[in-house]
């Protein structure tokens, strides 16, 4: 049986957040999770890395909620790369502002840190072919 789209995007904290969503309030757990993700994420038309890359923008807009680390995670294990996920954060300080951009791109740092810190293993850095200096 093919994975839902919540255990492709949350991985490993799949039974965690799920739970967590169904202890805070049952109706809102069902609205998140058999029309938000299994309804219109799993829609075709668009990959889910793109939906990902889209929901980061639409979470960096609101203000960088709690959600975003959620999304940039969940982007990341739809196969988008780091260097994906930084331009899409770099496209948002555009029409959304620095500060949110900054806040966005310092919980993407944040995640990396601490996925290295759990596989051991160096940063995941991509070389930016576009930077200056």
Known sequence: MPMSVRETLWGERFEVIDRMLAELDPDLHRYITEFAYEEVLAREGLDLKTRELLAITSLIALGNPPELATHLEGALRAGATV????????????????????????????????????????????PDENATG
């Open 83 to 126: 260097r994906e996920v930084r331009e899409t954060i770099l496209q948002a300080a555009i029409f959304m502002g620095f500060p949110r951009a900054l806040g966005a791109m310092k919980a993407l740092h944040a995640l990396l840190h601490k996925q290295n810190a759990r596989d051991g293993a160096p940063p995941r850095r991509e």
